[in-house]
């Protein structure tokens, strides 16, 4: 059975910082994304972790704030989110894949004070 949870969001003011973290279970995932989407926004790519090589990738207005990667110990893909903003204040949700399906959680609220 696959489940995936995210887990950590919470409110914050700007300028604090939270860590998100995704347990994937179920299949051997090659990738595993965060999205996320504010209301009334459609929902777009955060980051990304490839399990066979560790590459990771983040979209451009979280560069240098937010950090994606893999807490072995934890067995959990984890976003450090450092320097938050009113701005990313979103539903956070993990994507697991392998090959073609795509699994999501449910996802975890951010929100950022001023």
């Known amino acids: 059975q696959v489940t995936v949870v995210e887990s950590g969001g919470g409110m914050v003011q700007a300028g604090g910082s939270l860590r998100l973290s995704c347990a994937a279970s179920?299949?051997?995932?090659?990738?595993i994304y965060w999205y996320r989407q504010a209301p009334g926004k459609e929902r777009e790519f955060v980051a990304v972790w490839v399990r066979s090589n560790g590459t990771t990738r983040h979209t451009d207005s979280v560069k240098g704030r937010f950090t994606i990667f893999r807490d072995n110990a934890r067995k959990t893909v984890d976003l450090q989110m450092d320097n938050l903003k009113p701005e990313d204040s979103a539903m956070y949700y993990c994507s697991a894949r392998i090959l073609r399906a795509s699994y999501w959680g449910q996802g975890t609220q951010v929100t950022v004070s001023s």
């Open positions: 179920g299949r051997a995932f090659s990738t």
